[in-house]
Nanobody, 125 residues
Framework: QVTLLESGGGLVQAAGALRLSCAAS????????MAWFRQAPGSERELVAA????????NVADSGKGRFSISRDNVGNMVSLQMNSAKPEDTAMYYC??????????????????WGQGTQVTVSS
């Protein structure tokens, strides 16, 4: 199984920017979706953004539209999440994950089969 390792989290001031990266230990299939989820204390894990295997289509949750973007580099086995105009409510643990193909319910955690350990993002007001 491919190991996913997130990095790039940290403390950022509101309105600032942060770029999260997810490195895969080996090649992920270009048919497999990748996504970022986040989980704040006391809350359920929720989708942040997802991207198709070939990187040509993305979906960003309403909470991040206009601020977040997801991209992938299948040659370098990396998936990134660019976070701009950060808000305190973006504070959470951010997880990288992958799924076989493009899940019909791509916003559900159960559709994803492999998860990283997460990277903490804290946005100060």
């Amino acid at each position: 199984q491919v190991t996913l390792l997130e990095s790039g989290g940290g403390l950022v001031q509101a309105a600032g920017a942060l770029r999260l990266s997810c490195a895969a230990s080996s090649s992920t299939l270009t048919t497999d979706a990748m996504a970022w989820f986040r989980q704040a204390p006391g809350s359920e894990r929720e989708l942040v953004a997802a991207i198709t295997g070939n990187g040509r289509a993305t979906n960003v949750a309403d909470s991040g539209k206009g601020r977040f973007s997801i991209s992938r580099d299948n040659v370098g086995n990396m998936v990134s999440l660019q976070m701009n105009s950060a808000k305190p409510e973006d504070t959470a643990m951010y997880y990288c994950t992958e799924a076989r193909g493009w899940p019909a319910r791509y916003w559900r955690t159960g559709e994803y089969t492999n998860w990283g350990q997460g990277t903490q993002v804290t946005v100060s007001s």
